[in-house]
Structures are given as C-alpha cells and as structure tokens.
C-alpha cells in the first residue's frame, strides 16, 4: 500500500477506530498555536480534526484537507464550522499566499516518494501569505521503536501495523525521516526554516516561506 491511493484506502479503512484513538491536540502543535493569529489557517492531512479544532481558535477561517474521506467525515462532526476538502497534501487546492498559518503534521512521511514529499513542501510554502507560518512534523529514525545509528543521514521506509478491534492488522506506509533527511528536504524546498527539533520522536520544524 506504499503508492498514494494505497494510502488513502488505508486510512479509509480503519478511520472510525483511527479517530476514536486521537482526541487530543499535540502538545508541539499547542505551542506553536500559542500566540498566534491568522485571517486563514489550514491543517494539511487533518485526519479527524483534532489540530483543525485548535486552528479554529486562532484564525477566522479554517480549512482542513485530507485523502481520506472516512478521517474528512470524522472531521465534520468534531468541527462542524471548518471548511473541510478531500485533496493531496503534493497539489494544494488552495490560492497563492492565502493562508497566514498552517500545520502539516504526521502526515508528510505518509507521501511514498521523496519527490512528492519535496513537492508537498513546496506547495506549503506556496500557499502561506508573507508573514505567514508553519510547523511542519514527521516521524523520525530517533524514535525509540526504531534501532537505527544516531548518525544516520537518510530514513527508510517501512509498513507499521494498525490493529483493529478483533485483531486484523492493517499496514499503513510510512517513510522514517533521519532528522539530517528532514532538514535537507526543508532547505531544498521554498520554506526557510526557523527552528528545526526533534521532539517525542518526530521531526519538527517552524517554516515559513523563503
């Protein structure tokens, strides 16, 4: 399932379980929000909505995008006053410079190529107004399920298991990120990165664009 449709159906297929199991915001994303305030904010690969309820909170409008319909479903009910499209995160649907604030989370390793991961990096910085920002995550090879060399330059890819109740196993595609990885994706993109961290096992970066 490492090809993008795959990975819609993926989700497609576990999203009421997925969501049951993802009620709070991420506390990386919360202090990123912290302060901030948008006419437009957009969450890129919003899944059930969790992180496009925090944005509600700090923009005017809010537009959540995701490939699944299922987790877009999910993301209805929780957020009833958002503006929510079926779409890929590598072809925003949305115009040049019309969003002041964005969060692209837990979503950018998911995309199966390197150069549709690039691509989606700079459909952001394309889609963020001049003073505009974003925070960007993916998972990474420092990560404690991972035995990887802490001096590693590149990530893998790899299938991790979702379980469903009663047992079926569902393997979602995921590309782990070296954080030197992430940040070469970043600096060769149209963003300009103002923090880059890991955090609680992901990659993290504060961007805007260049």
Do not use: K, Q
């Not at 060769?188 to 961290?197: I, K, R």
Request: charged share 25%.
């Amino acid at each position: 399932m490492n090809d993008r449709a795959g990975v819609r159906a993926t989700y497609d297929r576990i999203a009421d379980h997925f969501s049951s199991t993802r009620e709070y915001p991420w506390p990386e994303v919360e202090s990123f929000c912290a302060g901030r305030r948008a006419a437009v904010a957009l969450d890129v690969g919003c899944g059930n909505g969790r992180h496009t309820e925090l944005l509600a909170e700090h923009a005017d409008r809010v537009v959540g995008l995701d490939a699944s319909r299922g987790l877009l479903s999910a993301a209805r009910e929780r957020v009833p006053g958002a503006a929510l499209v079926a779409g890929d995160a590598a072809s925003l649907p949305v115009a040049d410079g019309a969003v002041g604030l964005a969060v692209y989370v837990a979503t950018l390793h998911h995309l199966p190529t390197r150069r549709l991961r690039r691509e989606s990096l700079d459909e952001l910085a394309r889609v963020l107004d001049d003073g505009g920002a974003a925070l960007v995550s993916a998972w990474s090879t420092e990560a404690d399920r991972f035995e990887t060399d802490a001096d590693v330059e590149t990530g893998f890819d790899t299938e991790i298991d979702w379980t469903l109740p009663g047992g079926e196993a569902v393997p979602r595609y995921y590309h782990i990120y070296a954080p030197a990885e992430f940040d070469a994706d970043l600096d060769a993109s149209d963003l300009a990165v103002v923090e880059s961290v890991v955090s609680s096992g992901n990659c993290y970066a504060v961007v805007e664009p260049s």
